[in-house]
């Protein structure tokens, strides 16, 4: 079965600083998805990105898939308290369900 | 446009009671999905339901089992509940045909067995 490994775990940030989340496959992706959780709430959808070399952006947030299709990140540019959450990868492979990793917690201080 | 809604919002329940979590898919939206998230992990697939019928199932014991609506809505249900089912439980509903297109989440049932 499809694993993701999501790294760092967690991220202390100071406001206006950039960082990047990582998210590993074990298999080829066919799809992976970005999403953002509120502490306790439900999961927003950010972007998703199908093809090798992909990149979309949002506002200040950039998604990347890497060319062979096994790593993607997660690129915020000038943080903002607003961005503080847990940033979820999801993945689909063939007709898989939507996998998940564990998440990267991130913290924005002031 | 209403997205997607789940009910109750919190619950609590005892060792070996049973519990039943409601979901109303976004409008438009056939498939509806189901997973359980563990505190500090992320969301593990329990099953999806189209046309009614159980599609895919994760690896959950026969204690969880749902049904699906003729409107699409949905119900999981947990019997003989362990202390080990206290989580929040996602719903998510897309479209079927529309492969590839993102899930779309409510924000949860949290569940404390006690």
């Known amino acids: 079965s499809q694993e993701l490994e999501q790294s760092p775990q967690s991220l202390i940030v100071q406001e206006g600083k950039n960082l990047t989340i990582n998210c590993t496959s074990s298999k080829t992706l066919y799809g992976l998805y970005w999403y953002k959780q509120k502490y306790g709430e439900g999961l927003i959808f950010l972007m998703m990105?199908?093809?090798?070399?992909e990149e979309k952006s949002h506002e200040k947030i950039t998604a990347k898939l890497d060319e062979k299709k096994q790593q993607s990140s997660l690129h915020i540019t000038a943080s903002q308290p607003s961005h503080a959450g847990i940033y979820l990868c999801g993945a689909v492979s063939g007709n898989t369900p939507l996998v998940f990793g564990k998440g990267t917690r991130l913290s924005v201080i002031a | 446009d209403a997205g997607v809604t789940q009910s109750p919002t919190h619950l609590i329940k005892t060792r070996g009671q049973q519990v039943t979590l409601r979901c109303s898919p976004k409008?438009?939206?056939?498939?509806v999905s189901w997973y359980q998230q563990a505190l500090g992990q992320g969301p593990q697939f329990i099953f999806q339901?189209?046309?009614?019928?159980?599609?895919q199932r994760g690896n959950f014991p026969d204690r969880f089992s749902g049904h699906q609506f003729p409107n699409y809505s949905s119900e999981l249900n947990v019997n003989a509940l362990l202390l080990g089912d206290s989580a929040l439980y996602l719903c998510?509903?897309?479209?079927?045909?529309?492969?590839?297109?993102?899930?779309?989440f409510g924000n949860g049932t949290r569940l404390t067995v006690t």
């Open positions: 998510a509903s897309s479209l079927r045909l529309g492969y590839g297109s993102p899930l779309h």
């Open positions: 990105l199908q093809k090798g070399g």
């Open positions: 339901y189209y046309e009614e019928e159980e599609r």
């Open positions: 409008s438009g939206h056939d498939t």
